[in-house]
């Protein structure tokens, strides 16, 4: 009896602490959400292995925010609701979920701000109302999975949206205009890996989008007039645009990849920065010679970590020596002739180039130091193949099989390109 006086007293107190504040932690999902939740697990499931629902049970007397995976809530005008719900594990081993979104599940969850749905073999429609009915979404997250049909005009209604990714699914139909002139808060736009067509809609003056991502897509027609000035990443390649490329802002751009469309015409020099620093223009219809950048926008060289790639398209004249510094160099299968610049020599041997790609292409010259042995760093990789002179040894071994074939350029297709150059 006296040990259980001694402890009567501290657990009363803590009972009426428990009590007190109770309220809170007691309060329950409003209803509305939890037929939602209700709604959305009927129509998916887990693949095979996976265990994602098997902490939402309805029939417990748990409460749905602190024990459904997935399930984050917050006190929304004095009631308890669902505002983010990502859909899978997330976790890479996971097999992800199968079946369809519920639009009637998802439109219940009105204080939603953010959906996620993970890697999976989910199919159907997008839920067509998702802007007009979940108003405060701020992210929308649907990437690798097997969604069909069109991006919902609905989208573009959403004030807040921050970040759209639809990424890797099976979408069709163009892109609604409205998505690139009429989300005022969009910093983030991936639609790559699905099968979308037509243009790319115009941006907004306004827009402050950072991370544009419409690669491998079936889009077509020019370049957008307006890209916004503010991206920093931009990927359209594996498309079918073409047209000139003089409307992209490269101010604030770090990756660019237009590779792999028809774009023409020659490659404006504000795109050669340093701080673009992952540049693909590769396999498109580029020609003219490479234009000699401002020395302004060298404050800091190429260096450690650059990528260019200008390959299979119809550059012409000399390799330009600004490239120099360049990590990995991609100039092979264009229309460049002359000498390569000395610089570009001293960089392979000292592997600050990893990789200098130059074969199938008019050059007359490799200038390395006679009568030095000269050792190439382990891992560099140099290809002269396929050019108006007899290359070097060390130029031959790093050739990709698709560099294959005589190592000289027949004679007579070099002297239309070099006329009066002898060859060696
Ligand atoms: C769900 O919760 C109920 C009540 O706690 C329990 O009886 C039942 O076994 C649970 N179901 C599953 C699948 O865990
Ligand atoms: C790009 O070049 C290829 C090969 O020369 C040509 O067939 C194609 O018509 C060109 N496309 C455009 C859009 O210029």
Redesign the pocket.
Known sequence: MAFRNIFRQPFTLFLTVLVSISPTIQQQLAVGDLNALHQIMYTLTDVKDGSFFSTWNFSSPGNPCYTFAGVTCAVVNRQLRVITLCLGTGLSDSPGLAGTISGDGIYGLTELTQLILYPGIVTGFIPSQIGRRNKNLRVISLTNNRLTGTIPASISELQNLHTLDLSHNKLTGVIPLALASALPDIRVLVLAYNNLAGEIPEFSDESQLIHLDMRNNKLSGNLPETLPATLRYLSLSSNGL?GPLNRVPSSYLVYLDLSMN?L?GPIPDSLFRPSLSSMYLQRN?FSGEVPAPPPSSFSVPYGPGSTVDLSHN?LSGEIPNFLDGVETLFLNNNHFTGKVPESYVGNVFAGTTRTLYLQHNYITSFPMEKGKEMVLPDGVALCLSYNCMVPPAVGLTACPASAGGPVSRPFRQCSVFNSGNSIG
């Open positions: 073409w028809q023409s219809n119809f």
